[in-house]
Nanobody, 121 residues
C-alpha cells in the first residue's frame, strides 16, 4: 500500500504565500506524474498543477504565473508554492501521485487526504 501525507495548508491573507508538500510512503518502485487538485465548497474538483517524471509541468488557467509545482524524486515528494493568493483560491487541496509498485504492475493513482487553504482578510 501507498500513503500520501500533505502538509502546509492554513489561513493566509490575500496576497500572501503558502507552500504545500505531499510525501508518498510505502511500497514504491517509482512515481510517474504528481499533481495537485482543489475543491471549493459546492464546486467540482479541478486541476491546479501537474508535473511528470521528467519535469514537464501543466497549470490550471486560474493559477498560471502565481503557483509553481516542483518535485523531489529522492524524497517521493511534490511541492506547490502558492504566491499572490486570492480569496478564490480557498479550497481543500488534494495531492495525487501515479505510483509504480513494481515492473510487473500497472501504475496506480493515489490521493492524499486533503489540506485546507483559506485566503481571507
Amino acid at each position: 500500500q501507498v500513503q500520501l501525507e500533505e502538509t502546509g495548508g492554513g489561513l493566509v491573507q490575500p496576497g500572501g504565500s503558502l507552500r504545500l508538500s505531499c510525501v508518498a510512503s510505502g511500497r514504491i518502485f517509482s512515481i510517474n506524474a504528481m499533481g495537485w487538485y482543489r475543491q471549493a465548497p459546492g464546486k467540482q474538483r479541478e486541476l491546479v498543477a501537474t508535473i511528470t517524471d521528467v519535469g514537464s509541468t501543466k497549470y490550471g488557467d486560474s493559477v498560471k504565473g502565481r503557483f509553481t509545482i516542483s518535485r523531489d524524486n529522492a524524497r517521493n515528494t511534490v511541492y506547490l508554492q502558492m504566491n499572490n493568493l486570492k480569496p478564490e483560491d480557498t479550497a481543500v487541496y488534494y495531492c495525487h501521485q501515479l505510483v509504480n509498485i513494481g515492473t510487473s504492475y500497472a501504475p496506480t493513482g493515489y490521493w492524499g487526504q486533503g489540506t485546507q487553504v483559506t485566503v481571507s482578510s
